[in-house]
C-alpha cells in the first residue's frame, strides 16, 4: 500500500489531495508548518505542525514507517533564516540554504527543497497524477467568444511570460489591446488582479495570461486558479483567462467553470 506524506502550505489545494487520499484509502500523513495554515480534513492521529528546521527529522521518522513518497501543497510563506530553528539534521544544510535563499527567485528555492528531498529517498509526486479531475486541457473551455485582439494579446502575453520566466519572475500578466497592464512579481495574482484594476479601461477586452515557466519543475508551484481569482477578474473587468494546457491546477473546477459561465469568461488553454 501507498503511504504518502503531504508538505501542506495554505490554501485549499491540500484539502483537496487530503478528501481524494482519504477516497482512495491511501495511508498518509501531513506536516504543516508554523504561520501557515494547515488542511481542514485532517486528524490529529496523522498531521503535524512544525517549524522549518524540524523537517528532515520528521521526515526520516515518516520513511522508518514506510513512508517514501511525498507530495508538496499550497503556499509557503518564505521562512527567515531567523524561523528555520534547525536542529542536529537541518544545520549542516543551512549554508546552502542560506546561499540558495539569497541568490534569490522561487525557482532556484523548489529546485533546493527537491533535490534534498530526493537525496534522503523520497519520490516526489506529480499532483497531476493525483488530482487529474482539476486540470484542464487545451482550448475553449467555456464556450464564450474570444476576440481576434484578446488572442493577440494572449499570444504577446505568453512570449513575455517565456523572457521573464527565464529571471524566476511571476506566472501571469494582464494585457489590453496590446498594452501591458500589469506583471506578477511578488505580490502574487490576485494581488496583481487588484492592483491593475485602476488601469483597465471600461468595456475593452482585457484577458489575464497565467502560465507554468519555462522548464519548471512540474511537482511543485504550478499554477492555480480558484473561484475567488474569477471573482477578482470580473470585478477589474477581465474578459478570461489563458492559462497551461494540463499544467494548471484549478480549485474546485466545477464552480470554476459554472462561474465562468454564468459571467460569460472564457478559459483558454495553451
Given at each position: 500500500m501507498k503511504k504518502i506524506i503531504i508538505l501542506s502550505g495554505s490554501g485549499e489545494l491540500p484539502n483537496l489531495i487530503t478528501e481524494k487520499l482519504k477516497k482512495d484509502k491511501i495511508d498518509f500523513f501531513v506536516i504543516s508548518f508554523l504561520n501557515n495554515k494547515p488542511p481542514?480534513?485532517?486528524g490529529e492521529h496523522n498531521h503535524k505542525t512544525i517549524n522549518y528546521g524540524r523537517v528532515i527529522s520528521e521526515l526520516k521518522k515518516l520513511r522508518l514507517n514506510g513512508y517514501r513518497?511525498?507530495?508538496l501543497a499550497g503556499s509557503l510563506k518564505r521562512p527567515t533564516l531567523s524561523e528555520i530553528k534547525p536542529d542536529l539534521n537541518s544545520i549542516k544544510l543551512i549554508p546552502k540554504f542560506t546561499k540558495t535563499l539569497f541568490a534569490g527567485g522561487d525557482n532556484n528555492l523548489l529546485k533546493f527543497v527537491l533535490s534534498e528531498l530526493e537525496n534522503i529517498g523520497f519520490k516526489i509526486l506529480k499532483l497531476y497524477n493525483i488530482l487529474p479531475d482539476c486540470f484542464f486541457g487545451k482550448g475553449n473551455q467555456t464556450g464564450v467568444k474570444i476576440s481576434k485582439n484578446i488572442f493577440k494579446d494572449i499570444d504577446k502575453g505568453k512570449k513575455i511570460l517565456s523572457v521573464n520566466s527565464q529571471f524566476d519572475i511571476g506566472q501571469s500578466i494582464i494585457l489590453q489591446n496590446g498594452t501591458v497592464i500589469g506583471i506578477e512579481a511578488s505580490q502574487g495574482t490576485d494581488n496583481l488582479?487588484?492592483?491593475s484594476?485602476?488601469?483597465i479601461r471600461v468595456k475593452k477586452e482585457a484577458v489575464l495570461v497565467k502560465l507554468l515557466k519555462v522548464k519548471q519543475d512540474l511537482r511543485?508551484?504550478?499554477?492555480?486558479?480558484?473561484l475567488?481569482?474569477?471573482k477578482n477578474c470580473k470585478k477589474s473587468g477581465l474578459s478570461g483567462i489563458a492559462y497551461s494546457a494540463n499544467r494548471t491546477i484549478f480549485?474546485?473546477?466545477d464552480d470554476v467553470i459554472d462561474f465562468c459561465r454564468k459571467n460569460r469568461m472564457f478559459l483558454y488553454g495553451i
Open positions: 481542514k480534513f485532517i513518497q511525498i507530495i488582479i487588484k492592483n484594476s485602476n488601469f511543485a508551484d504550478l499554477p492555480a486558479i480558484g475567488q481569482t474569477l480549485i474546485n473546477k
